[in-house]
């Protein structure tokens, strides 16, 4: 499996970005699908996920009510709408993907998000 971001980029505290992740390959293994941020000296940390057909997103505390993320299974697509912001958002986001049994295996090559005060 190939995944492709895009969307990254600066933005003021309070703006939006959407992220965009393409799935191509053998995508009968992207049952889970998610989001990932890093920056530097801190582990990478799971942001946000949905599984395909489900219900309940995951959402890490630190956007809960801020990002939404969505997924076209049809499209293999995965988006991660971002509103309001912070300067504590930036860092390099990852989409990744996996079957059930190995949740994220395939990983994108990131995008920035850098939000300025």
């Known amino acids: 499996v190939q995944l492709q971001a895009s969307g990254g980029g600066w933005v003021q505290t309070g703006g939006s970005l959407r992220l965009s992740c393409a799935a191509s390959?053998?995508?009968?293994?992207?049952?889970?699908m998610g989001w990932f941020r890093q920056t530097p000296g801190k582990e990478r940390e799971r942001v946000a996920a949905l599984a395909r057909g489900g219900i309940t997103p995951y959402y890490a505390d630190s956007v809960n009510g801020r990002f939404t993320i969505s997924r076209d299974n049809a499209k293999n697509t995965v988006d991660l709408q971002m509103n309001n912001l912070k300067p504590e958002d930036t860092a390099v986001y990852f989409c990744?993907?996996?079957?059930?049994?190995?949740?994220?295996?395939?990983w994108g090559q990131g995008t920035q998000v850098t939000v300025s005060s």
């Open positions: 990744a993907t996996g079957p059930q049994y190995n949740p994220y295996v395939y």
């Open positions: 390959g053998r995508t009968s293994s992207t049952y889970n």
